[in-house]
């Protein structure tokens, strides 16, 4: 590969992670996001690129396939994720061979979300251990988008609840798993003669 190839090419990368931070940051709908920056990725690093997630329950459910134009030689993926990608998200250890990259999607408090896979395909590309670099940044912004996400429909359904609660007769009190009272209702502090602002 000559200089001015291996130039395009670095700049090519450059501007995939930069256009898929922009995307990635533009919406909490992490799911049309992620699937936006995967059709990105085939476009011109990858033949697939994969985003499995990790359920609540354990299992992991495959979220995003995207697919650059097939050709009869390029590899076929299926619905569910494979067990190397498994693999990655439970152990949360990245793999790099010439054809695939996969990734943990390590969010904030160092918890996987998933992971995100690119294949390469039959056109030639191969990926090294320079690829790493880039591909994390991408994996950091993904896993951070989904994190936020679910930050946001968590306070969102908090600040309901808190809401709900305000309203109720009986009196209610929430805590914490580390036994902090997190919500002291109107109807507590009436039954007890507590004011919240004392018990919180």
């Avoid at 294949?119 to 690829?131: L, M, N, P, W």
């Avoid at 936020?148 to 429909?153: D, I, K, V």
């Amino acid at each position: 590969i000559t200089a001015t190839a291996k130039a395009r090419d670095r700049q090519r990368k450059i501007d995939f992670v930069a256009t898929a931070a922009s995307v990635l940051a533009s919406s909490l709908d992490y799911k049309k996001t992620l699937k936006e920056v995967a059709g990105l990725a085939v476009r011109d690093l990858a033949s697939w690129c994969v985003v499995d997630l990790l359920e609540e329950d354990g299992r992991v459910k495959r979220l995003v396939a995207e697919r650059a134009e097939p050709s009869p030689a390029s590899p076929k993926l299926g619905p569910e994720p494979e067990p190397e990608v498994v693999a990655v998200i439970r152990e949360q250890r990245p793999t790099v061979s010439e054809s695939r990259i996969s990734l943990p999607l390590v969010t904030r408090g160092r918890r996987v979300a998933g992971a995100l896979t690119l294949v390469a395909g039959e056109d030639g590309r191969t990926y090294t251990s320079d690829d790493l670099s880039w591909a994390l940044a991408v994996a950091g912004m993904a896993a951070l988008a989904i994190d936020n996400a679910r930050l946001y429909t968590e306070v969102e359904a908090r600040a309901d609840a808190t809401r709900v609660l305000t309203y109720v007769g009986d009196g209610v009190c929430l805590l914490d798993r580390a036994g902090v009272v997190r919500l002291w209702n109107p109807s507590a502090e009436t039954i007890t003669g507590l004011p919240a602002a004392t018990v919180l």
